[in-house]
T-cell receptor, first 114, second 111 residues
Framework: SAVISQKPSRDICQRGTSLTIQCQVD?????MFWYRQQPGQSLTLIAT?????????ESGFVIDKFPISRPNLTFSTLTVSNMSPEDSSIYLC???????????FGPGTRLTVT | GDSVTQMEGPVTLSEEAFLTINCTYT??????LFWYVQYPGEGLQLLLK?????DKGSNKGFEATYRKETTSFHLEKGSVQVSDSAVYFC??????????FGTGTRLQVTL
């Protein structure tokens, strides 16, 4: 398995500002993912972040709004830019443990935009 | 595209009751199937998985069998406990290892 930490665990932000969420994993992984879980809803994939290449965004998500960095095999950041109340969600990163073909999730970052 | 359909919740059971949470899927190719659990205030935990037809995944008394003929992966447990109260998500991986989740089923177990 993999142990994943995220910072911050929660934040309250004003509309129009940006927040950068950090994701750290305790082992080297090729594939990392960022998901959004809106209140009471399921998880939606935002983008796939592979080290050494640009992130791949899912339909409905764009780089200008959710820029992602992946500087090495254990770390990634997701920025939520120019926030509005509709961005209030839990943001989760996950990693793929290749030899098990299993995805493990961080504890999430609970974001509230006022 | 890929999709996962779960039974609507909440499911309310008495302790020691039998649990079934239905999950069916639509996918191209041969997906791997997963159940994740989210306890109150916590992140997602992988509960069990199955990677090919007729595989049975099991963990903590929970079981699910990959049924290709019915495109189903129903979660079962013979005797639930109050500590099993959580939201359960069925999911599959299709192309590029991306997870597609169902809507989640909230389980509440009472004494």
């Amino acid at each position: 398995s993999a142990v994943i930490s995220q910072k911050p665990s929660r934040d309250i932000c004003q509309r129009g500002t940006s927040l950068t969420i950090q994701c750290q994993v305790d082992s080297q992984v090729t594939m990392m993912f960022w998901y959004r879980q809106q209140p009471g809803q399921s998880l939606t994939l935002i983008a796939t972040a592979n080290q050494g290449s640009e992130a791949t965004y899912e339909s409905g998500f764009v780089i200008d709004k959710f820029p992602i960095s992946r500087p090495n095999l254990t770390f990634s950041t997701l920025t939520v830019s120019n926030m509005s109340p509709e961005d209030s969600s839990i943001y989760l990163c996950s990693v793929l443990v290749t030899d098990l073909y299993e995805q493990y999730f961080g504890p999430g970052t609970r974001l509230t935009v006022t | 595209g890929d999709s996962v359909t779960q039974m609507e919740g909440p499911v309310t059971l008495s302790e020691e009751a039998f649990l079934t949470i239905n999950c069916t899927y639509t996918a191209t190719g041969y997906p791997s199937l997963f159940w994740y659990v989210q306890y109150p205030g916590e992140g997602l935990q992988l509960l069990l998985k199955a990677t090919k037809a007729d595989d049975k995944g099991s963990n903590k008394g929970f079981e699910a069998t990959y049924r290709k003929e019915t495109t189903s992966f129903h979660l079962e447990k013979g005797s639930v406990q109050v500590s099993d109260s959580a939201v359960y998500f069925c999911a599959l991986t299709g192309t590029a290892s991306k997870l597609t989740f169902g809507t989640g089923t909230r389980l509440q177990v009472t004494l």
